[in-house]
């Protein structure tokens, strides 16, 4: 089944501990973002890459951290998170950007930094 | 930069009536995309229409665009309990690697 697998789905931590999210898609899509969504602010773009090894910021990346060293993967981390970063996160990938392509989402990370 | 914005931010109806939700964006676009999401849950692709088309039908939905109003709606004809959701459009902008989404509309649909 084509999917996009975002780990954890729920994650409780304290501020400063460093923690990874993952985020795995098996349709060898080249286009791959991070996205939060907070109330009264729609999805807000974190981070995004092109293809393996492209990364390039998006409107909200102060505090992320990702890689992209497969075209599969494509890791959110958080250095030392702080409770303004508290949010639900969710990854997406499409086959490349732009053109007429959708994008397939991760059913979401919803992260609490005490 | 948000700059999709949906109007209503709620609505409710009854099951059967039809449903319709606006958009307005500011910049240009190479199309426009509308995506569902279930309570908390992950969001799901519904159907985009590119910036030269003004109409377009999938099932029991169907958007329109007005380029030199930017801005699009998305009709649900017949609804379902189970189209309760929210509902955002998002565009994707001309010179950005990014889809840039609305603050959505939560639709209600009373069985």
């Known amino acids: 089944e084509a999917q996009v697998t975002q780990n954890p789905r729920y994650l409780i931590t304290v501020t400063g501990k460093k923690l990874t999210v993952t985020c795995s898609q098996n349709m060898n899509h080249e286009y791959m973002s991070w996205y939060r969504q907070d109330p009264g602010l729609g999805l807000r773009q974190i981070y995004y890459?092109?293809?393996?090894?492209?990364?390039d910021k998006g409107d909200v990346p102060e505090g992320y951290k990702v890689s992209r060293k497969e075209k599969r993967n494509f890791p959110l981390i958080l250095e030392s998170p702080s409770p303004n970063q508290t949010s639900l996160y969710f990854c997406?990938?499409?086959?490349?950007?732009?053109?007429?392509?959708?994008?397939?989402f991760g059913q979401g990370t919803r992260l609490t930094v005490v | 930069s948000q700059q999709g914005e949906e109007d209503p931010q709620a609505l409710s109806i009854q099951e059967g009536e039809n449903a319709t939700m606006n958009c307005s964006y500011k910049?240009?676009?190479?199309?426009l995309q509308w995506y569902r999401q279930n309570s908390g849950r992950g969001l799901v692709h519904l159907i985009l229409?590119?910036?030269?088309?003004r109409e377009k039908h999938s099932g029991r939905l169907r958007v329109t665009l007005d380029t030199s109003k930017k801005s699009s709606s998305l009709l649900i004809t017949a609804s379902r309990a189970a189209d309760t959701a929210s509902y955002f459009c998002?565009?994707?902008?001309?010179?950005?690697?990014?889809?840039?989404f609305g603050s959505g509309t939560r639709l209600q649909v009373q069985p």
């Open positions: 997406a990938s499409s086959p490349r950007f732009g053109g007429s392509t959708e994008a397939f």
């Open positions: 910049t240009s676009i190479n199309n």
């Open positions: 998002a565009t994707d902008d001309t010179g950005r690697r990014a889809l840039t």
């Open positions: 890459s092109m293809n393996v090894e492209v990364t």
């Open positions: 229409i590119r910036s030269n088309e």
